[in-house]
């Protein structure tokens, strides 16, 4: 049973910054994608950032590059989303997302995600 689970989350002010985790398990990470998507209140579900498990190659929306960086823990079966220099634009419940093999350029789709974590706060405020 594929499962993905969301931690990391929490409160922080502008500037700061927090590193997110996603636990995966019930599957075999290497042949899927692994994507952060956020949703702010009132706001479409957005990508925000992906990983080819099956070639390391990672993908970021532009409103976050150059300052959050996806990266993979094969023995924890993890992958992070460390996001730095936040702004409040950041807050968002944020999620984690897995799909067979590799969506390209449509990577930052919602409905083509198969698999979606519970999702965890992220609150960038003073």
Known sequence: QVQLVESGGGLVQPGGSLR???????????????????????????????????????????????????????????????MNSLNPEDTAVYYCATVWGFPGSDWGERGLYEYWGPGTQVTVSS
């Open 20 to 82: 997110l985790s996603c636990a995966a398990s019930g599957f075999i990470l290497d042949y899927y994608t692994i994507a952060w998507f956020r949703q702010a209140p009132g706001k479409e579900r957005e990508g925000v950032s992906c990983i080819n498990m099956s070639d390391d190659n990672t993908y970021y929306a532009d409103s976050v590059k150059g300052r959050f960086t996806i990266s993979r823990d094969n023995a924890k079966a993890t992958v992070y989303l460390q």
